[in-house]
């Protein structure tokens, strides 16, 4: 079995922010229209025509008990049933067809849906701002000399890089392990991707289909997935140089950042939890410093689900760039996806060890990376399932902060350095796969809730 469980999965995704890779609203209007069909001119390999529903003219729609017939509820209502949403057992995603008016879809819609004896909670989507992280702003220095980040052969005395080569040297390379990208496609016929394609752990969300090629144009590439999958899986000997995990499989889930829903995040973030190992997610809440967000009622359940029955019940490893707006003292504990308990959040320092100039501070984030990068080790060997949890113990314990340049150094209760800049440190590929060897589980996670605050309504 190639995924075999000696290769067990640890994983460290190490995303370097180095820019808020803004969309505009004119760039909102240039999108093709949602009723189009999938456009032949981008030159790509056909693929079904399908048209496109309006993602803010859909419902979530969580059915009670026995769901009985789901496209005869769905057509009641005058409505197309898309299936299941992500790992969400009993919860549909309802959409309007593009004929319909979109005078008819309107409160009374949901209201109706509501009203409707077989359903438990109807819950109209609505388009969320979500921007990407770790733009593309410098062309990438061609060739491995150039990449400093991951093995520093220039001699500095620092050795600031994630000290990846001694793993790769032991054999480990990500192979067995799969990660999904959640971005803005994957450009999976580029020669660097080709071979570690996965087309088991990719998806289309915006068009319904199988194939996440980017549906780029010159004003918008959307390219930003493309190059997030080359820092992680890039394979050995190609032109642009290396992936972290070049032996790793990869796969695109596309989501659309003009367009996005609760429903489509915990499409993607919730799609085959039981293949895909590990989700890679830059993106997130805007980051200027003006908004509070977090995941909404799909994706907060989806998370937990997927840390809970993904990975054959070890958990599903999210990993989160930890966020871009340091610029405008942007505080990542306001970004519900950076500090939910669910994911790892991992920031970026520069080449001298210090937090990136866009980097934001809060406690959530676990650890920080050399340039923009994301990276997958798998140790194979003896080492125990890891789960959730055990990953981000490994990173806490192992990520080395006497590299970096610290200014808010401080020690926590369980004696370890941290700082709300960098973290527990920048991660040690070697180190991590070293303790992962002989790492015994961390106990499940306990969680417990007090009725205190509810004691009124509780009555
Ligand atoms: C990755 O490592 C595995 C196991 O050591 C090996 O079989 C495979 O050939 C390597 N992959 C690449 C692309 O070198």
């Not at 055990?390 to 970096?404: E, P, R």
Request: aromatic share 8%; charged share 20%.
């Amino acid at each position: 079995m190639w995924r075999s469980s000696l290769n067990t999965v640890l994983c460290t995704t190490i995303l370097l922010l180095t820019t808020t890779t803004t969309t505009s609203d004119a760039n909102r209007q240039q999108k093709p229209a949602a009723d189009s069909v999938r456009g032949a001119s981008q030159g790509k390999s056909p693929a079904p025509v399908i048209l496109a529903h309006r993602p803010m003219d859909s419902w979530a729609v969580t059915v009670g008990g026995e769901s009985g017939n789901i496209e005869y509820l769905a057509r009641k209502h005058g409505l197309t049933n898309r299936g299941q949403i992500g790992n969400l057992k009993g919860v549909y995603l309802f959409t309007a067809a593009d004929s319909v008016p979109v005078s008819e879809l309107s409160a009374a819609k949901t209201a109706a849906l509501g009203e409707d004896q077989l359903v438990v909670f109807a819950e109209k989507q609505r388009v969320q701002v979500r921007e990407r992280r770790s733009g593309y702003v410098q062309p990438q220095d061609p060739g491995w000399k150039k990449q400093w980040y991951l093995a520093n052969s220039v001699g500095s005395p620092r050795q600031l890089d994630l000290n990846v080569e001694p793993v790769w040297m032991q054999g480990i390379n990500g192979s067995g392990v799969v990660v999904g990208v959640v971005d803005d496609g994957l450009e999976w016929t580029h020669t660097d991707l080709i071979d570690n394609y996965d087309s088991s752990a990719s998806y289309d969300f915006v068009w319904d289909d199988g194939d996440p090629s980017p549906d780029g144009n010159s004003e918008e590439p959307n390219s930003h997935g493309t190059s997030c999958a080359g820092e992680i899986a890039m394979s050995r000997d190609c032109s642009c140089g290396v992936g972290v995990a070049y032996g790793c499989s990869i796969g695109g889930l596309k989501i659309d950042f003009n367009l996005i829903t609760d429903a489509m995040e915990s499409n993607a973030l919730g799609h085959e939890n039981s293949y895909v190992d590990i989700y890679s997610s830059s993106w997130g809440p805007s980051d200027y410093g003006f908004s509070v967000e977090g995941p909404g009622t799909l994706l907060q359940q989806t998370l937990a689900t997927g840390v809970r029955e993904g990975r054959s019940g070890k958990g599903s490893i999210y990993v989160w760039a930890a966020g871009n707006g340091g610029k405008y003292f942007d505080s990542c504990a306001a970004d519900g996806y950076v500090s939910s308990i669910y994911t790892i959040a991992v920031g970026s320092a520069d080449q001298n060890g210090r937090p990136a100039d866009y980097d934001e501070a809060c406690a959530a984030k676990m650890a920080v990376t050399f340039s923009y990068n994301s990276a997958t080790f798998p140790p194979s060997g003896e080492s125990p399932d890891l789960t959730w949890r055990d990953v981000q113990y490994l990173i806490v314990y192992t990520s080395n902060i006497d590299i970096l340049t610290v200014d808010d150094l401080a020690t926590n209760g369980a004696g370890l350095k941290f700082s709300h800049h960098l973290g527990f440190g920048a991660i040690d590929a070697e180190a991590l796969v070293t303790r992962a060897r002989h790492w015994t589980n961390v106990p499940e996670q306990q969680t417990i809730q007090t009725l205190y605050h509810h004691q009124d309504k509780v009555g």
